[in-house]
C-alpha cells in the first residue's frame, strides 16, 4: 500500500484540529496536551517518531505485530501503554484514527461532546 509521508507538521494539524488541544514542549521536543493531560509527543533524538499512548499493552503489542514498519518501541517504553510511530511509514488516516482514540483518552467529556456535536 502507498503512503504519504507525514511529517510531525501534519500530526501537529491533527491534533491541533480536536477540541482543547494545545501545543508545548515535553523533553526539548514538541509536544501536545488535552488540557493538563499529555497527549502525544515528538521522540526526542528520533526525526519524525512520535510517542503516543494507546489504551494497553495488548492493543500496543497488536499495533507492532501488525505493521512493524510504522509501530515499534524502545526499552524505555516496554511497561507502559505507549507506542512510537515512524510518521513516514504510516498512513494519514491511520494517524488520524490513532490520534482521535489517544484524544478520547485524555479529553474531557465536555470536549468529547463538544467534538461529537
Given amino acids: 500500500m502507498a503512503r504519504n509521508r507525514l511529517t510531525i507538521d501534519d500530526a501537529a494539524s491533527i491534533a491541533m484540529a480536536l477540541p482543547g488541544v ?3 514542549v515535553s523533553y526539548g521536543t514538541r509536544a501536545w496536551r488535552a488540557g ?25 503489542d497488536f ?28 498512513g494519514r488516516k491511520a494517524l488520524a484514527a490513532l490520534i482521535e482514540r489517544a484524544w478520547r483518552r485524555v479529553a474531557t467529556k465536555k470536549l468529547q461532546a463538544l467534538y461529537d456535536a
Fill in 22 to 24: 494545545v501545543e508545548g
Fill in 36 to 60: 493538563r493531560k499529555p497527549l502525544m509527543r515528538e521522540k526526542e533524538r528520533m526525526a519524525g517518531v512520535l510517542v503516543i499512548g494507546v489504551d494497553s499493552l495488548d492493543e500496543r
Fill in 63 to 90: 499495533l507492532i505485530e501488525s505493521d512493524p514498519a510504522a509501530f515499534f518501541i524502545t526499552d524505555h517504553y516496554r511497561g507502559y501503554p505507549m507506542v512510537l510511530v515512524r510518521l513516514d511509514a504510516i
